[in-house]
Every structure is written in C-alpha cells, then in structure tokens.
C-alpha cells in the first residue's frame, strides 16, 4: 500500500513519531519471523487448531505488510537525503529455537508493544495526519487481532501463559 504524508506534523512531534515507527518496524519484522517460526517448526501444536494455523498465516501476511507500510512512512518522515537504516531481518537463531510457549510469550509481548506504539501514533496523528492516523489505527486493529489469537494458544497450549 503507498501512502503520502501530510506536512502538518510539528517538528517536535517527528522525533517522538520516528522512534514509535521504528519501535514498530522492528516488531513487525520480529512478529513476521516468530509466526513464520511458529508455523514450520512447531505444526504439531498449530497444526491441531486450524482456527489458529490460519490466525497465525493471516498474522503472518498482515505483519509483512504492516512492516513495508511503515518502513515508507519511515522513509517519507526522514526525507530523500536521511540515511537509509538497515534492520536486523533475521531474529537471533537461539530465540527461535526456543520451545513454542516461549515463543507464544516473545510474540504476545512484541504485538502489545505494537499495539501500545500504534495507539499513541493515533493519538499523536489525529487530526493532523490523517492518512498515517488511519494506517496506525488500521494496524493497530489488526495486531489487537493478532494478540487475541496469541492469547488463545498461550491459554490453550501453556502452563503458565504470561508468567515471566
């Protein structure tokens, strides 16, 4: 999805909404890595629920997607001449290979934290940016999604669901 910015945004708000969106990048690219984990490497706990295998493909898309869309607002905030930043698209391989109840928990927290960003990108954008005010608010709804079905498999599939 291409989307263009409104020039309204103070510059006092574009260093606080730069790091949201950042916050954000990185956890869509850890959320898309942990679900496509999720799927391949421990199908005999997804597998069983096709409710939640295709919660966890939709997540899967969704999340890809999510991480593009803000990547541009990214660069469209910074401008043509700002240097381009490089993620980390591959999460630690010890981390994946984690059992899949730490993985559930690694998940729930990095889509509550993209939905905490989320909201206060709305909150920081509303009437003043309405394009990136109904990308946040878009996202936003759909990890709240994601988180539920998060939730779900750690109520279902764990001891302890949000212990740490």
Do not use: W
Not at 16 to 22: E, K, Q, S, V
Not at 26 to 36: K, V
Not at 76 to 85: F, N, S
Not at 94 to 119: G, M
Request: contains cysteine; proline residues 3%.
């Amino acid at each position: 999805m291409k989307i263009t910015l409104r020039k309204t945004l103070d510059s006092d708000t574009k260093p606080r909404l730069l790091t949201l969106l950042n916050l954000i990048a990185n956890n869509e690219i850890r959320t898309h890595l942990l679900y496509s984990e999720l799927i391949k490497r421990h199908a005999c706990h997804v597998g069983r629920d096709q409710h939640l295998l295709s919660c966890f493909h939709t997540a899967l898309t969704e999340d890809k997607d999510h991480y593009q869309c803000i990547e541009h607002c990214i660069e469209l905030i910074q401008g043509p001449e700002a240097p381009t930043k490089t993620r980390n698209k591959h999460y630690p391989s010890t981390q994946l290979k984690s059992s899949f109840s730490k993985l559930l928990k690694s998940l729930y927290l990095s889509e509550a934290s993209s939905v905490q960003a989320y909201s206060e990108i709305c909150t920081m954008t509303l009437e003043k940016d309405y394009r990136l005010f109904d990308l946040a608010y878009r996202n936003m709804h759909e990890n709240i999604v994601h988180l539920d079905a998060v939730e779900e498999a750690l109520n279902t599939h764990c001891q302890h669901p949000l212990t740490h």
